[in-house]
Each structure stands twice: as C-alpha cells, then as structure tokens.
C-alpha cells in the first residue's frame, strides 16, 4: 500500500510540475481600442487562429481569414458571427505551399483592402511531404509562405498608425538547425519517412519563424511597424493531423489531460496583438504572455542575415 501511495504523491507532483511548466496557462490583459483596424490571421478556420479571430472580430477588428478551405472558414466565420455579433469577418482563398498562391492572395487583399494593422502568421503544420514549388512542406508553409506574404505586404503595414506583424513558432525552435547547402541543393530543411525526422523539420522551420523575427525587426527600425515571435504553449489543435495513426493513439490520452485549448492557445498571440508598451520588445521572443529570452541560436545575427537573404532568392523576390 505505501508504495501506491508513494507512486500517487509522484504522478501528482508531476503533474502539479507540468501544469506550471510546459503546460503554463497565461491570460491577456490587453485593453486596447481595436475598432476599425484590420487582421489578417493565415489559418484562421481552426485552432488557435479560429481562437484568435473569434476575440479579435469581438474587439471589433475586420478580420481576414487566410485559408485554403473556403468551406471550412465560412463555417468558422458563422460561428464568430454567432458568438461576437460582428460582420466584418470574411475569407480570402490563401496556399501557403504555393508561391503563387501567396502572390495572388497579396493582389488580391492590397486591391480590395485600405488597410492593414495586423498580420498573424498563424499556420502551420507538422508533416512530410512537398510544396507546388517542391519545397519541404514544413519549410515552405512554416517559414517560406509566410516571409513571402509579409514581404509583399509591409508597405501596407507601413501605412499603419502602429502596425504588428506576430508569427507563430513553437519552444521547439531549440532543437532546431539551419543547413544551408542542404536547403539550396535539396529546397528542404529536413524530411524521411519516419515522424520523428519530419518533427525535426518542424523544429527547424519554428527555429527559421523565430530567426526571421529577429532579422525583420531590424529591417523594420525606424518605422511603425513592430513584429514578435510567439510560443502559444502545447495546444491541442489540428497541426499534428498527419501523424500516424499508432501516434495519436499514444498523443491522445496525453492531450486530453494536459494540452491547452485552442483559446488558452491564443493568449500570447492576442497578448502581442492588443498589449501597449510592447514595441520596444520588437524582434523577441515571447511565451505565456511574456517576454522569453531565446537560445543562442535564436538571436544569431549572421544566420538570421543569411536565412533572409536565401529566403529572398527562393521566393523569388530577389
């Protein structure tokens, strides 16, 4: 008997530990005047982008949802009509494994819209495969798309009293690695037929959200526009719907009892989007409502300098 009561003291420690570590929940307190602004969330028909949308659009921000499934974002545009009141949410078709894709999305919204406040690089997946461009597909949705999209659309930013630009990575850019040569030659970052190669792919496409951040923001001194990096925490959402069958049985249980929510997921996203006073925190690094101080190799200079100018070269803007 002693020792079951020896192992429940432990499995409640730990858990009591885990709560309060990787499974942190944090509350945004942001109270800013939103009316009238403008956001486009990429992946906004589910998750912690729908989240995101759902509390913006009540704030009354006009809200765009970038997302490939027109049939799935009108059923998330009506239930955020449903729960805010608000009409000023609406879909505009987005790939963000097809360069053009991204370019017809970008003319499309610089035509139809006057403004822009608010770009949430929300998307992401963990997956093998390729992009249209042949690109990884973690590589090019995670990262790629997104540099993209926020390079053709920083000049409307600009035109912003105060605009953001937030991108969603992971405290899984720890473990990840940028190899050069291997991108050039192969246009990938990592990729195998087993999850856990394809999951170090996506550690290095969360590194490459986190390396962009910090090289934009220096590209963005002197202007109005700030940008951050964000950990939602470990959400249960839909991005890890490609794994195997077997690893969601085993994922399940764990995410049933410990993950957060889509909406206590998007607490640091909306922190980084309504909070005042955090534009001198402009290129960091933030997690539960706060800002992280990142590894070394979140904040190296040369590699965030380089991934921007490779970046560049296979979008095709240079």
Known sequence: MIHLIIAGVLVAALYVVLVETLFKKSKCKGT???????????????????????????????????CRNQ?????A?????????????????LDLGSLKSVR?????????????????????????????????????????GHFLLTCLLLDRLKESPAARIITLSSMAYRWGKIDFDSLVA???????????????????SKLCNVLFTHELAKRLKGTNVTCYSVHPGVVKTELSRHVSLW???????????????????????????????????????FSCCAVEKVSAKGNDDAVAKKLWEVSERLSGLS
């Open 77 to 93: 545009i009506n239930d955020i009509k449903k729960a805010t009141g608000s009409n000023d949410i609406l879909f505009m078709e």
């Open 71 to 75: 049939k799935r974002a009108e059923a």
């Open 186 to 204: 192969t246009k990938d970052l990592g990729s195998g037929r087993y999850s856990w190669q394809f999951f170090q792919a996506y550690c290095n």
């Open 104 to 144: 017809a999305f970008a003319k499309n919204f610089l035509k139809s819209e006057s403004r822009l406040d608010l770009l949430i690089n929300n998307a992401g997946l963990v997956a093998d495969g390729r992009t249209e461009d042949g690109f990884g597909i973690e590589f090019g949705v995670n990262h790629l």
């Open 247 to 285: 690893q969601k049985v085993f994922i399940e249980p764990v995410a049933r009892l410990l993950f957060l929510d889509p909406k206590t997921g998007a607490q640091t996203t909306l922190h980084c989007a309504v909070q005042e006073g955090i534009e001198h925190f402009s290129g960091r690094h």
């Open 32 to 66: 800013a005047d939103m009316t009238g602004k403008t956001a486009i969330i990429t992946g906004g028909n589910t998750g912690i982008g729908k989240a995101t949308a759902l509390d913006l659009a009540g704030r009354g921000v006009r809200v765009i949802l970038a």
